[in-house]
């Protein structure tokens, strides 16, 4: 365990059989019913994509304003592309208003628009372009550090259905095209003190299924709200991602598992740092339905509680 956030090792529980396995699935459900958060070891993803999508990201954020901004998203809503400086405040996804956050970052969504997906706002939303900055070798970095991230999600989905007791599988037809995203974020130096209520990144959930994070190492600031109602910070461990689960996962259990609140803090005198973020999120179409076969909550779309979510946060 790391400031109370336990550590789970997915490569472990694939290797398992048994009642070992059934442990290690009880120990996830465990973890996911208390904070919602995990130090995830034995991910499988190799180092070198990991290398290489941090030194695209990097390069990209040390480039001056002028040249970020050739990329940037053409008008307000538009989901990829770079967010500059005080451009979204995500405390606002929760009804609170607070001064934008001190962050920059690159976002782009899913790589292929599958056939079939005929809602407008699909094409409108989570397929609209990515939009490429013209560094070295970002395209092809980004890329398959994307799709590394999709099959990890993959892979840790059929970990949560073993927990839910579920066949492993359970998730897949939900899984086929699911509309995820990838945000690389630059928290830049702050010299001075931030305004009343300001932060790095506001408090807030998540609004997916899962979330992988990949954190700065070293870096400090991310914080957790604990059962107790008290603010933890979250301590990357060498070779882990931090997984939390999302307001829709915690839909679809019906509560079981918990969407926990989280913030990254502000305060003057912090040096920079970077992070990349994966949202993995259902098939546009896909029905989220509570498990449990309560009406806990009623039938919503993937795609378009997500596009409600997202435009909820435009500063």
């Known amino acids: 365990m790391s400031d109370g956030i336990r550590v789970w090792d997915l490569e472990a529980f694939r290797a398992a059989t048994g009642e070992e396995r059934a442990a290690r699935a009880r120990d996830l459900d465990d973890i996911l019913r208390t904070t919602g958060f995990l130090t995830l070891a034995g991910h499988g993803v190799p180092q070198d994509a990991i290398d290489d999508v941090r030194a695209a990201t990097a390069a990209f954020f040390a480039q001056p304003p002028e040249a970020k901004a050739q990329v940037a998203a053409p008008y307000k809503g538009y989901p990829y592309g770079w967010l500059g400086p005080l451009a979204e405040a995500l405390a606002a996804s929760r009804g609170e208003a607070t001064p934008p956050d001190l962050k920059e970052s690159f976002n782009g ?85 931030p305004e009343a209520g300001q932060q790095r990144a506001g408090a807030h959930t998540d609004y997916g299924t899962l979330t992988i994070l990949l954190p700065q190492a070293g870096s400090r600031g991310l914080e957790i709200r604990t059962p107790a109602g008290e603010w933890a910070e979250v301590t990357p461990q060498p070779g882990c991602f931090v997984v939390n689960i999302g307001d829709l996962m915690a839909r679809w259990t019906a509560d079981r598992w918990v969407s926990t609140l989280h913030r990254v803090v502000a305060h003057a005198g912090q040096p920079g740092r970077q992070s990349l973020a994966f949202f993995h999120q259902p098939d546009w179409e896909a029905e989220i339905v509570p498990l449990d076969g309560s009406d806990a909550y009623p039938p919503v779309r993937s795609g378009p509680y997500l596009m409600g979510k997202f435009r909820a946060t435009g500063a």
């Open 109 to 193: 969504g899913p790589l292929e628009v599958p056939g079939g997906v005929d809602d407008p706002d699909a094409h409108a939303f989570c397929y609209q372009p990515t939009l490429w900055p013209d560094v070295p070798g970002f395209r092809a970095a980004w890329e398959r550090y994307y799709r590394e991230m999709e099959a990890l999600a993959a892979r840790v989905m059929g970990a949560c259905a073993a927990a839910l007791g579920l066949p492993e599988d359970h998730f897949e037809p939900s899984l086929r095209h699911p509309v995820s995203a990838l945000r690389a974020l630059n928290y830049p130096a702050t010299d001075a003190d």
